[in-house]
């Protein structure tokens, strides 16, 4: 067992890596993406939703996925989680309209999203609560490298080939870590807690047995997807075709999906879903849908909020008027429901005060490390010197140190406890977001400061991250695992996504003033002197959240874990 929890860990966290990669490496091919579905430079708004899609399919299911990854073995999510995100790489590579491009990555951030929770409740089941911490630290490094080659990777695709080759890679690395997480087996995982046994064994009570129905369902799911794939590719010889071509003519609007072929595709699927029903019916009706949804639209309205606002006009984006409301109503209605469902999505008391602080020290820790993560850049391309490409070499001092502290953070956390790890680590990404915050365009010219005080950075945010993970997981009842790790990762996320929109928007605020009260509006230097201005602010508010983050951190202490022979309300 040994080896095999040591290589069912690794294959998902090679994973996580590649769902970590493929959020970064859409920057790189944003624009190349845009005219592949014929939306001009122009007109970069409308692109909006491409990268919108991803972050809201990545949070918006994940307490969905968690919930799930604790009715059925880790294993099986992981290869659901797997083939999602390789029809959504397939899907994004194919597409030629945008609502078929957003369609593909909203499939990839749910895959991709649902894979952390997944493999993080993994290593709770495959290692007692002493010794998760080095695992945890490698699937934290895992995850924050892949953030790094993700860039590098689609760079190196982009020079040699086009933006779709990046996702048709996608599809290959993702269909060869499922055929290695299915070739491990079951073998790698330990006993399973009663209560989520017993529910396993009520979800496969439902499964049709026989060859029969393996073929048929087999057959819907190749011709389903072949002809859906035919839909989106549109191929030149079938497309000209006199007769043939008849098929991929749209009955109604421009979208491949509404032609002959693509309705047909859809139907088939349908008629595939109907027939497989009583095997993941048997576990949806267990899950509760309704809070399922009230989660979705909460998370949704949040993300689409502050993912599709202009930071030099608002903080809340157009749709915010709207969106706004409705996210409260649902997490009002969310609330209520909570209290009375039988068997809640997110189960009562799934972590104590101890787990709900680490929440909220993850929310810090986004917050601070997307103002080093879009900042970094900035400054330095307010610089002489700086193309995009050297701007990003500045951030990879940064991003390679991250993966280095949170193997550290790992390792340290039996000796130190958590308390004193992520504590420490935000205490020193603190102190160095502070030093930036007195950054100018001199200082990031000056490679050896520049590189000491990212590295420090980078360090201080990775030792963090082990820590806040096993002190939920510490403070969670065994079949809960898989949902307080999604509430970690959705944590952090929104830290990300509010952060960005709040801290910048404070930041161009004060762009704007120290633009005012220059005397000529076309003094280069005095203008390049306020976006400094602007990127200090950040760096600024990334040191206040970092050290409330310490602040909170230092009071998680060493994990004392709770009786958790009594189930869950």
Known sequence: MPSGRHALLATASVAVALAAADTYVVVLALTDMMAGVGIGVDALQRATPIISGFLLGYIAVLPLIGRLSDLLDRRRVLLGCLIVFVVGSAVTALATDLGVLVGGRVLQGVGGGGLV??????????????????????????????????????????????????????????????????????????????????????????????LTRRVMTGVLAGLGLGLGVLALAEPEALVSDVTLGLAFVPIVGESPLLTPIGIAALLLLLVLAVATAPRWWAVLRRVDLLGALLVAIALGSLVLTFASSDPEKEVVGPWGLALLPLGAVALAVLL????????????????????????????????????????????????????ETGAALVLVRFLLAVPVGALVGGWSLHRLGEGVVAGVGLLLAAAGLLAMSGWTILSIQDAVPTTLVLVIVGLGMGLALAPINNAVLADSPDHAHGVASALVVV????????????????????????????????????????????????????AVAALLGAAIAFTLGRALRRDLSSPIE
Request: proline share 7%; aromatic share 6%; charged share 15%.
């Open 336 to 387: 209520w429901w909570h209290g009375r469902a039988t068997d809640p999505l997110i189960p009562r008391r799934v972590v104590g005060r101890r787990g709900l602080r680490s929440l909220f020290v993850s929310l810090c820790v986004g917050a601070a490390l997307v103002a080093v993560v879009v900042d970094v850049p900035v400054l330095a391309r307010l610089a002489e010197g700086y193309d």
């Open 117 to 210: 929770p997944a493999t993080l409740a993994l290593v709770a089941d495959l290692w007692p609560a002493d010794r998760r911490g080095t695992p945890l630290g490698v699937v934290g490094a895992v995850q924050e490298l892949g953030s790094v080659l993700g860039p590098v990777l689609g760079a190196v695709i982009l020079a040699w080939s086009g933006w779709r080759a990046i996702f048709w890679a996608n599809v290959i690395a993702g269909l060869i870590l499922y055929a290695a997480v299915r070739a491990l087996g079951a073998r790698s995982l330990p006993a399973l807690p009663p209560s989520t046994s017993s529910l396993q064994k009520a979800s496969q009570a439902g499964r049709p047995p026989g």
């Open 491 to 542: 944590a952090r996320m929104v830290g990300m996504v509010v952060g960005l929109a709040l801290l910048t928007s404070i930041g161009l605020n004060r762009y704007f003033e120290a633009a005012r009260h220059i005397p000529d509006p076309l003094d280069t230097d005095a203008l390049v002197a306020a976006g400094v201005v602007q990127v200090q602010t950040v760096f600024l508010g990334g």
